[in-house]
């Protein structure tokens, strides 16, 4: 397993999808995972240190972890199938380990409110874990053949998104 912290949580401007970005402690390789809104601001607002005024649904799990006298070993991203991560929280109860399925999202929000360590299995980082640099120039390689290969108008409004998408890349904070 690679553990990993949170690098970011972004919002794509042309869609308002948001991201959360992993990346290896011991590395230089960044993992990106589309969440959803709410886990999105989950993970923001503990990453933030504000206070809401009554526990959001990441917190009520922690509480009542810890009213049963448990608590979060860790959580890991452990595997991708179809574009999708899943990810599973690991709790000791009473001197058990148990393995409790999650989406990623969850995991993390949790993981930010009990300071439990990220991990990412070592294959989900091999397929798609990427590094920035490189991927900045295969992304600027591709815009390029892109652009001369697309003639029609329809083929440039899917270059734009694209150039969108990696104009809006914070390259400086990704390491």
Same mark, same amino acid.
């Given at each position: 397993?690679?553990?990993v ?6 919002v794509? /401007? ?8 992993l990346r290896?402690?011991a ?8 969440i959803g809104?709410y886990?999105a ?10 206070e809401?005024v009554?526990?959001?649904?990441h917190d ?7 009213? /049963? ?6 959580? &890991? ?29 969850d995991?993390?929000a /949790?993981?930010?409110? &009990? ?9 989900v980082?091999?397929?798609?874990g ?6 900045l ?8 053949e892109?652009?001369?290969v697309?003639d029609s ?8 998104v694209?150039?969108?998408?990696i104009?809006? /890349?914070d ?5």
């Open positions: 397993m690679i553990e912290s949170i690098d970011s949580v972004r794509s /401007l042309m869609s308002q999808q948001r991201i959360v970005v290896e402690r590395g230089k390789r960044y993992l990106p995972i589309w809104p886990e601001d989950a993970i923001t607002i503990q990453l933030q240190g504000i809401v009554r526990p959001m649904t009520l799990l922690r509480n009542l972890i810890e009213t /049963l006298d448990g608590e979060v070993s860790h959580v &890991v991203i452990n595997d991708l199938q179809n574009d999708t991560f899943y990810a599973k929280i690991v709790l000791i109860v009473h001197g058990d380990t148990i393995e409790v399925d999650s989406r990623p999202s995991a993390i /949790l993981a930010v409110r &009990v300071d439990a360590p990220i991990y990412v299995d070592e294959e980082m091999e397929r798609a990427m590094e920035p640099e490189e991927e120039s295969l992304a600027q390689t591709e815009a390029s892109m652009e001369e697309g108008d329809e083929d440039e409004e899917d270059l734009d694209f150039r969108d998408f104009e809006g /890349l390259i400086d904070s990704l390491g």
